[in-house]
């Protein structure tokens, strides 16, 4: 059975920063694509940042140069680095493991900048 577990997820004031992590079980992070992805209240969910199974990555403008994607394929878990951080940043964010075989999604963690 596959697993997606978010953690890292809390209250950071505004410039801060916050670490996010994604551990799988059940499949292997470093041979398929990967993101995380937040929906805020009332919005639909988006797209933060995206790696590739070569290791290629890509950002939501809004996140451009604050926010890092990365990747232990030792550990199976995957990781956004969020640095200086916004009020616009509150959202629940979402791991997501897929390829063209299968989509596979986490329970999020409640990431909230104030204050």
């Known amino acids: 059975q596959v697993q997606l577990v978010e953690s890292g997820g809390g209250l950071a004031q505004p410039g801060g920063s916050l670490r996010l992590s994604c551990a799988a079980s059940?499949?292997?992070?470093?041979?398929?694509?990967m993101g995380w992805y937040r929906q805020a209240p009332g919005k639909q969910r988006e797209p933060v940042a995206i790696?590739?199974?070569?290791?290629?990555?890509s950002y939501a403008d809004s996140v451009k140069g604050r926010f890092t994607i990365s990747r232990d394929n030792a550990k199976n878990t995957a990781y956004l680095q969020m640095n200086s951080l916004k009020p616009e940043d509150t959202a629940v964010y979402f791991c997501?493991?897929?390829?063209?075989?299968?989509?596979?999604w986490g329970q999020g963690t409640q990431v909230t900048v104030s204050s």
């Open positions: 997501r493991l897929f390829s063209g075989r299968f989509d596979y």
């Open positions: 790696m590739n199974s070569f290791g290629g990555t």
């Open positions: 059940g499949i292997l992070f470093s041979s398929n694509a």
